[in-house]
């Protein structure tokens, strides 16, 4: 089936990477079928798995190949990393100061972004469909890095990145899903809901690949400010989250297994 996938176009395999991240997004919301709410203790465990995921997945996915790509098309290797990284990190916080959004756990008044009377409900979907789009951007990138058949950037590599972002968009649909449920939403609303916020997945994947096909330049900044994006998620959104419920040792251990994890994907299979 790889095989299959590898002869396509990177457009379309972006979206079929894509697709299936938001897949196990669904996945995730699903859980909303069998129980109400999750055990906080398992939940922070596996918002720092997804921590642990995006951090190793910016490294050894991203940045390592800028740098690598850069050297390889004669730039400094350091000045793509260096901008694309902060740049990715300025845009998110441009999103995350005017969507408005609420995290899960928090209070109606304390929610981000331009103050508006939207429901509950949707201001918790906006928050994590916020993470899902450095995660899609950077599967797109990845597929469209295929193409120009430089060193670092291997078909094999860009599904495993596919492969780690979707194992931990699991515990995201959850963390959406649930609350949603608590909130009084029914289980088919909280789970239509749920998976929604990973749509944005598929649309921002085929806009990364068909950024990078279309500017071969752009792509080692493109590698970072997609690592910068999902840098800014972790450390503003995930880790907090994760310690909130004070299980930090759990969050941590959860971080360290998902780093683990994302490393082997990308080390073994890329």
């Known amino acids: 089936m790889l095989e299959t996938l590898s002869g396509l176009n990177p457009v379309l395999q972006a979206l079929i990477g894509t697709l299936f991240t938001w897949f196990l997004t669904a996945l995730g919301a699903a859980g909303v079928f069998f129980a109400r709410e999750l ?67 928090l209070k109606i008044s304390e929610a981000e972004g331009i103050h508006t009377k939207w429901q509950r409900s949707i201001l918790l979907v ?11 951007l950077a599967v797109g990138v990845a597929f469209g890095a295929v193409a120009y058949n430089l060193p670092p950037a291997t078909f094999a590599a860009a599904v495993a990145l596919a492969f780690g972002i979707g194992i ?46 279309a500017a071969r330049p752009v792509l ?11 840098i800014f998620v972790v450390i503003e959104d995930l880790v907090p989250e994760a310690q909130r419920g004070g299980n930090t040792d759990a969050a941590t251990m959860g971080g360290m297994l998902g780093f683990a994890v994302m490393m082997f994907l990308d080390v073994f299979l890329g």
């Open 39 to 105: 055990n906080r203790k398992v939940l922070d465990s596996m918002l720092g798995f997804a921590a642990g995921v995006m951090i190793a997945a910016s490294f050894w996915s991203l940045l390592a190949p800028a740098i690598e790509m850069a050297e390889n098309m004669g730039m400094p290797s350091f000045l793509p990393a260096v901008v694309g990284f902060v740049l990715g990190g300025i845009v998110l916080r441009g999103i995350d100061k005017v969507l408005p959004h609420l995290h899960p756990g």
């Open 126 to 136: 906006l928050a994590i469909t916020i993470h899902n789009i450095p995660e899609g």
């Open 168 to 213: 931990q968009n699991f515990p995201e649909g959850m963390a959406v899903s649930m609350p949603l449920r608590r909130e009084g939403l029914s289980r088919g609303r909280a789970f239509f809901w749920g998976q929604l916020s990973g749509m944005v997945e598929p649309v921002a994947g085929v806009l990364g690949a068909l950024a990078v096909l």
């Open 220 to 230: 080692p900044y493109a590698l970072s400010f997609a690592a910068g994006a999902m």
